[in-house]
């Protein structure tokens, strides 16, 4: 069957998400009563939740497309572990503001962790099937070769979470390694798409 529908339908659910995030940004960030710059000491933890959850949505909207792109169709098991993928990032506004709203604690911020392992499975799942369903040939199969990003993402997802409890930090800087890994979009994908 046709990708087109799934396509449309992914983009529209992200970008609820997109917009959730942002709507429980600005209620989360309660203007400070005083003009100095310490008064806005205490929204940095809501802040950095929150950006680093909008960059990761992001991440995951590009990266989607650039995959769904290189497909040429779609299956009953691969519609099904797209909206597997959408169950779990539409969970991250959530985990998102736990996180924010208690100050980057441990349990909110390994939950964060669970939630983004729980994603990137998924979307290894999803991107497994799109290659089962294409072939070993396909550009898809071609482009992510033995995927070495995705495995170190989910290594440092699974590191992150029970060192949440041990430094809020380090786990933190797990995960923001692993947006900086997927910042970009997967070019391999572009490289293999233009040669075809």
């Known amino acids: 069957m046709g990708k087109g529908r799934l396509e449309a339908f992914s983009d529209g659910v992200i970008a609820i998400i997109i917009t959730i995030i942002i709507t429980i940004m600005v209620l989360e960030l309660k203007v400070p009563h005083h003009a100095d710059l310490s008064a806005l000491l205490p929204l940095v933890p809501v802040f950095l939740s929150y950006v680093l959850s909008f960059i990761y949505i992001g991440i995951y909207w590009n990266n989607h497309h650039h995959m769904l792109h290189a497909a040429r169709s779609v299956s009953g098991p691969i519609l099904w ?77 699974v590191m992150a979470i029970p060192l949440a409890f041990i430094t809020v930090w380090l786990a933190i800087a797990l995960y923001v390694t692993v947006a900086a890994i997927w910042f970009l979009p997967d070019r391999r994908i572009e490289r293999v798409l233009k040669a075809r």
């Open 81 to 157: 572990a797209n909206l597997n993928l959408l169950f779990w990032l539409s969970l991250v506004p959530f985990a998102t503001s736990w996180m924010g709203e208690n100050h980057l604690a441990p349990t909110p911020v390994a939950l964060y962790g669970g939630v983004m392992l729980m994603a990137a499975v998924s979307y290894t799942l999803l991107s497994w099937l799109l290659i089962r369903h294409e072939g070993p040939e396909s550009p898809l199969a071609k482009a992510t070769g033995s995927d070495l990003k995705g495995k170190v993402s989910l290594l440092f997802y």
